[in-house]
């Protein structure tokens, strides 16, 4: 049993990180469509932008209704991935000792 909670943590965790760079990938890619330097007429960065709000929207959105409007730059990145690192590093591994502690 203890194996199976320490591996349902581990993917758990990976998947956190997967989103983390989900979040890096997304705002990097709006950064370039805002500067003209790729095109959303293109196929298939139209598919990866699609992609990535649709992964990245349901995590930004309650810290994009908590920010206040900074003059068009948007933050709510940055404090979802201080979250989630958070997460990763102190709630994950407290919940899973707990969890371990109580099967032991």
Do not use: E, H
Request: no cysteine; charged share 10%.
């Amino acid at each position: 049993m203890i194996s199976l909670i320490g591996f349902v943590f581990y993917i758990v965790n990976a998947i956190l990180g997967l989103l983390v760079f989900a979040l890096i990938a997304s705002a990097i890619l709006s950064w370039l469509v805002a500067f003209d330097v790729i095109n959303l007429r293109n196929q298939f960065v139209y598919n990866v932008a699609r992609f990535l709000d649709a992964v990245t929207r349901p995590v930004l959105a309650p810290f994009q209704k908590i920010m206040p409007n900074l003059g068009g730059v948007d933050i709510s990145p940055v404090l979802a991935i201080l979250v989630i690192s958070g997460i990763q590093r102190y709630l994950l591994p407290a919940v899973a000792n707990g969890l371990i502690g109580l099967f032991a």
